[in-house]
Antibody
Framework: QVQLVESGGGVVQPGRSLRLSCAAS????????MHWVRQAPGKGLEWVAV????????FYADSVKGRFTISRDNSKNTLYLQMNSLRAEDTAVYYC?????????????WGQGTLVTVSS | NFMLTQPHSVSESPGKTVTISCTRS????????VQWYQQRPGSAPTTVIY?????PSGVPDRFSGSIDRSSNSASLTISGLKTEDEADYYC??????????FGGGTKLIVL
C-alpha cells in the first residue's frame, strides 16, 4: 500500500529557506517520477515541480523557478523540496504525489500534506 | 499554454446524478489525458479518474469520466449521489514542456 508522508513544514519569515521531505513506502520509489503540488489557504491546487524517477530531469512552475529545488534520494526513498527566498504567496499546504507516467501525465497517489506559512 | 475552467459549485440531492464539466481554453481536449481528483474537507486529494475515464481500484463505479470533442471539455459524472461525495473536485491535464495544470475546482454540495 502506497504511503507518502510529508514533513518539514512550519512558520518561516519572508526571504528565509525551508526544506520539505516526503518519505515514501509501499512501492518501488526509484521507478516513479514524483511531484510537489501546493494549495494556498482556501484556494485550488497548483503544480509546483516534478523530478524524474532517476533524478535526471527536473521541471518547475514559473512561480517557483529559480527559488525552489526538487531532489530525491532513492536509497532513502525520500523526496525533497528546498525552498529559498520564500514569499508570503508561498504559504500553502504542500503535497507530494507520484506520477502515473507517460502518456497519462497525472498524479496517482498523494501524501497528506505539510503546511508552510511564510510570515514575519 | 491553456486553462481548464470548471464551475465554481454544483449541488444535487442524494441518489441523483451530477455532472461536473472541465473546459479546455485552447487546443484539443483529446490531446492530453484528463484526470479528476476528489478532495474532502480537511483532507488530501485522491484520484478518482485517470486517463479520461479509468477508475483506480477502490473507486466505486458510480464515478465515471468522459471527454466531448465538440465542446472541448471533459466531464466527471457521479451517479447515486451520497452525502460522502460532498467534496471539491479538480480536473487536471498535461500542458506541454513538462508542465501540469489544474482546473480551479468545483465544490459539490449534496443536499
Amino acid at each position: 500500500q502506497v504511503q507518502l508522508v510529508e514533513s518539514g513544514g512550519g512558520v518561516v519569515q519572508p526571504g528565509r529557506s525551508l526544506r520539505l521531505s516526503c518519505a515514501a513506502s509501499g512501492f518501488t520509489f526509484s521507478n516513479y517520477g514524483m511531484h510537489w503540488v501546493r494549495q494556498a489557504p482556501g484556494k485550488g491546487l497548483e503544480w509546483v515541480a516534478v523530478i524524474w524517477y532517476d533524478g535526471s530531469d527536473k521541471f518547475y512552475a514559473d512561480s517557483v523557478k529559480g527559488r525552489f529545488t526538487i531532489s530525491r534520494d532513492n536509497s532513502k526513498n525520500t523526496l525533497y523540496l528546498q525552498m529559498n527566498s520564500l514569499r508570503a504567496e508561498d504559504t500553502a499546504v504542500y503535497y507530494c504525489a507520484t506520477e502515473f507516467g507517460s502518456p497519462i501525465w497525472g498524479f496517482d497517489s498523494w501524501g497528506q500534506g505539510t503546511l508552510v506559512t511564510v510570515s514575519s | 499554454n491553456f486553462m481548464l475552467t470548471q464551475p465554481h459549485s454544483v449541488s444535487e440531492s442524494p441518489g441523483k446524478t451530477v455532472t461536473i464539466s472541465c473546459t479546455r481554453s485552447s487546443g484539443s481536449i483529446a490531446s492530453n489525458y484528463v484526470q479528476w481528483y476528489q478532495q474532502r474537507p480537511g483532507s488530501a486529494p485522491t484520484t478518482v479518474i485517470y486517463e479520461d475515464n479509468q477508475r483506480p481500484s477502490g473507486v466505486p463505479d458510480r464515478f465515471s469520466g468522459s471527454i466531448d470533442r465538440s465542446s472541448n471539455s471533459a466531464s466527471l459524472t457521479i451517479s447515486g449521489l451520497k452525502t460522502e461525495d460532498e467534496a471539491d473536485y479538480y480536473c487536471q491535464s498535461y500542458v506541454s514542456s513538462y508542465h501540469w495544470v489544474f482546473g480551479g475546482g468545483t465544490k459539490l454540495i449534496v443536499l
